[in-house]
């Protein structure tokens, strides 16, 4: 049972309060002291993970059903507390083991650059460009540099909403935004024949020396996976909301800073308030449209004024 962590919490006492519960329900608990140790050991983890979860692992039907005086002290509940008692345990056992294996594998990447990247990045990054390699459609973005690496190796992590998001957006009326949406989710698609996988994007500088020698920052290397929500996780209705959570959820796993990479204003602003690191590419600022002309009409004087501009 994969568990969904409230964002922010200590992921290690969490871990440690599901062993202990699983252990602790093995004991030989009456129906009543059954009773009294799922409230008090619901009341530990409350806060800590979803509520459906917890749900999941104690608050079943068949608990409130022991509650009910008329199973008091009868066969029928004796017979409900067995069966339970081992349902239960079986799940904690199994929530604790896949959390240790989840905070194992966040851990291990926590010595990379951890980068949760939101879709306005590959919407409107100005050297995002479409290549028949999918590898090279995301390595066009220089993300050691806009994440300020240096030689360390950089972790893409892209939340599940992330995906949803470029799927409704193959839809758009904005050409540009169709057309980037349409592709970087194909690519995604080909990179990630394990959907739980890790893709190396770029490859680290081998020869550091040669790398400094031509005056350039020898790089680490770049790898891509997508974060994919829990079943119990239920999205929140404004996107935004959702990658910032998401992000917060991936900082809580792998027990390290996670830089947010936006190129939205607003969002950045929220992920700052979340206590995020906030990574903003530069977008190029636009001149304000001449009074009654057309976006159309202005991008043409820009072109036309770049190439009078441009020596022969």
Do not use: C
Request: glycine residues 6%.
């Amino acid at each position: 049972m994969l568990l969904t962590l409230t964002p922010g919490v200590d992921r290690d006492r969490v871990l440690e309060l599901l062993r202990k519960a699983s252990v602790e329900i093995s004991n030989n608990h009456d129906q009543d002291g059954y009773v009294r140790w799922v409230m008090d050991t619901a009341r530990t983890l409350r806060g800590q993970i979803a509520r459906a979860d917890l749900t999941q692992l104690l608050l079943t039907p068949a608990f409130y059903r022991l509650v009910d005086p008329v199973m008091m002290g009868t066969p029928q509940g004796r017979q409900l507390l067995e069966a339970e008692m081992s349902d239960r345990q079986a799940l904690l056992t199994a929530a604790v083991e896949t959390l240790q294996k989840q905070i194992g594998t966040w851990t291990a990447a926590a010595g990379k650059v951890l980068a949760v990247v939101d879709t306005s990045v590959f919407l409107s990054h100005p050297a995002w460009t479409q290549d028949d390699d999918p590898t090279a459609v995301i390595a066009s973005i220089p993300w050691p540099e806009e994440l300020g690496a240096g030689f360390e190796d950089v972790l893409l992590v892209l939340p599940e909403v992330v995906i949803r998001e470029f799927d409704r957006l193959k839809e758009s009326g904005n050409q540009t935004t169709r057309y980037r949406a349409s592709v970087t989710l194909a690519v995604i698609d080909k990179l990630l024949d394990d959907p739980y996988g890790t893709v190396p994007i770029r490859l680290k500088d081998a020869d550091w020396d040669a790398v400094a020698a031509r005056g350039e920052m020898p790089r680490g290397g770049v790898e891509l996976r997508v974060f994919y929500d829990d079943p119990a996780h239920r999205p929140l209705s404004d996107p935004d909301a959702e990658i910032i959570d998401r992000a917060i959820a991936v900082q809580t796993l792998a027990g390290t800073a996670v830089r947010l990479v936006t190129m939205d204003t607003g969002m950045g602003l929220n992920a700052r308030r979340a206590k995020l690191l906030v990574r903003k590419p530069a977008r190029e600022i636009e001149t304000p449209p001449i009074e009654g002309q057309s976006t159309r009409a202005r991008r043409r004087a820009v072109a036309g004024a770049a190439k009078t501009a441009t020596p022969k």
